[in-house]
């Protein structure tokens, strides 16, 4: 990464504007090309990385986004580097430590539940092993890497488990049915220049922080989000690109939603039902005390699981 890394702290998501940065560049929120789309499918490339708090927090507008508009977007995991090691010292963090209290405070304004207490128990040293697993693991298979990032996600937020080692890396993969031995070959060579493939592009696209998604259709018009914000933010993106994506339906109720995403916490099942987010905490924990969800329970909140029979 270039010495511009220094100049933000990447571990210091800004709740205001929703970002992890990485650095001080500026890009436009909209592209300056006019060209009149055409393109049915509109391309999603979305910068990210394993330990981007913001990241987590947009969980439940890209799972929303998937229902409604999964045939009309495909969607581009890049990986950004967010922490490359600790050779630096900026923003107010200069150890592992620094996070864990930021992490608690971004994890009350996403809703979404963080532990920070990962900084103070098992820190990682850099985000760039979890980052090139999952470029090993796209190698395999696209649809098992997505799982394998929400996998490694939930690790790293709610079970404090350092995802820069191979034993969680292994676990991650082994989950979501990957092959391990696989894995680890792609992750000891050639991962490790898509990893720089995504790195390189990232700065060619002026990429700062995280989330970042970049829309494109099949021209090159291009629609840019910057960091976490409401729903209508992407859906408006696709739209500009293709007015006639057709938003679809999808049914509501808890036992398909789970079927499409086995883990859901309750800011997501809010998102995705409808249903207001504390009746939906509400319904979820009924489901728990009647045995057929699994709660899982952090310091910040929880996250419930579908109970594999």
């Given at each position: 990464m270039s010495t511009e890394t220094n100049k933000v702290?990447?571990?210091l998501c800004d709740i205001e504007t929703g970002m992890c940065e990485i650095g001080s560049e500026t890009t436009d929120n909209t592209t300056k090309n006019t060209q009149q789309s055409t393109a049915k499918r509109v391309k999603l490339v979305y910068y990210t990385d394993p330990i981007c708090s913001s990241c987590w927090g947009i969980e439940p507008q890209l799972r929303k986004l998937k229902l409604e508009y999964g045939d009309a977007i495909d969607i581009d995991y890049r990986m950004g580097g967010l922490l490359p090691d600790w050779s630096y010292n900026s923003g107010g963090i200069g150890k592992p430590s620094d996070v864990a209290t930021h992490w608690d405070e971004v994890s009350a304004y996403?809703?979404?539940?963080i532990d920070g207490d990962l900084w103070l128990e098992d820190p990682l040293d850099s985000s760039y092993p979890p980052s090139i697993?999952?470029?090993?693991?796209?190698?395999?298979?696209?649809?098992k890497a997505v799982l394998f990032m929400r996998e490694m996600r939930e690790m790293v937020?709610?079970?404090?488990?350092?995802?820069?080692?191979?034993e969680h890396i292994a676990n991650a993969a082994r989950n979501v049915g990957l092959n391990v031995d696989q894995l680890k070959s792609d992750f000891e060579n050639d991962a490790k220049k898509r990893f720089e493939e995504d790195l390189q592009l990232g700065r060619t696209l002026g990429v700062r922080g995280f989330p970042t998604i970049f829309?494109?259709?099949?021209n090159g018009t291009k629609e840019t989000v910057?960091?976490?914000?409401?729903?209508?933010?992407?859906?408006?993106?696709?739209?500009?690109?293709?007015?006639?994506?057709?938003?679809?339906?999808y049914r509501k109720d808890w036992e398909t939603l789970f079927a499409k995403y086995p883990s859901l916490t309750a800011k997501e099942f809010s998102e995705l039902s409808g249903n207001p987010r504390v009746e939906s905490e509400k319904m979820l924990n009924e489901l728990s005390n009647k045995g057929i969800?699994?709660?899982v329970t952090t310091k910040n909140g929880s996250m419930w699981k579908?109970?594999?029979s």
């Open positions: 702290n990447p571990l996403y809703d979404m539940p697993a999952f470029k090993a693991a796209q190698m395999q298979d696209e649809e937020f709610l079970n404090k488990k350092n995802i820069a080692k191979w829309f494109f259709d099949e910057h960091g976490s914000k409401p729903y209508a933010f992407y859906e408006m993106a696709i739209l500009k690109l293709n007015p006639n994506a057709v938003k679809k339906e969800l699994d709660k579908i109970l594999k």
